[in-house]
């Protein structure tokens, strides 16, 4: 029943109203599909369609439903995901040109999925896309998670070298969350979430969000491309 003088049901977090191009929204889900094995030993839908396996024969979870309702934060919208990270990276919020300076194209990680990320090892493998400056303020005030630990990188290097998703196996229950490279055979028993890149050489940046930090305050618009977890469904 229509109630004019009801209070308004309580507002989110204002850097949580906006956009994240890259999180689904609640009317979007992932399919309940049953996966088999075709003759050839390679995972397969039961009611496969062709736009379910991308130019390199990779299988991909089957997303469907609208943009509508909450985003979920914690997790990547596959579609979209792969539309910012693979090519030019693209900031995983906006969707624009992430920011770049002669050390590099800016990364916002989570520190809590990288705990030994200092020192820097060479090489770090992430479903992270890259991010802009206004978008990395954004995030750094939106997300609890980034807030806890969070590190800006610098990278020249990043190139896309797998997937992560659900790899099946003929004798033994499907294991989630596990990235396999483009060169593994194992590519053919796994249905695809998100594309990985390898942030090679990155550097860390410990200056350009701390000195953006002071910058005048931005309206919000976008929130945390960085937000969601890595690991499980981020
Ligand atoms: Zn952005």
Partial sequence: MYAPSAPPPPSPHPERRSRLYIAPYEGEFACDVTVLFDANGRVCFADERPEDRDVDGVLWERWEGTQTGELDWAAHFPARQCEVMEGRPLCGVCKGD?????????WLLHAG??????PLPRSITTATPAICIPCARRAMRACQELRRGSVALRVREAPV??????????TAPPLPDQVVRFEDDALRRLVARQLMRELIDAEIDDTTLMASASGPAVAAGTASAACGREAGRG
């Fill in 161 to 170: 070298i797998g997937v992560r998703g659900t790899l099946y196996s003929p």
């Fill in 113 to 118: 999925d990288h705990p030994v990320l200092r």
């Fill in 98 to 106: 992430p920011d770049r300076d002669e050390r590099g194209t800016l």
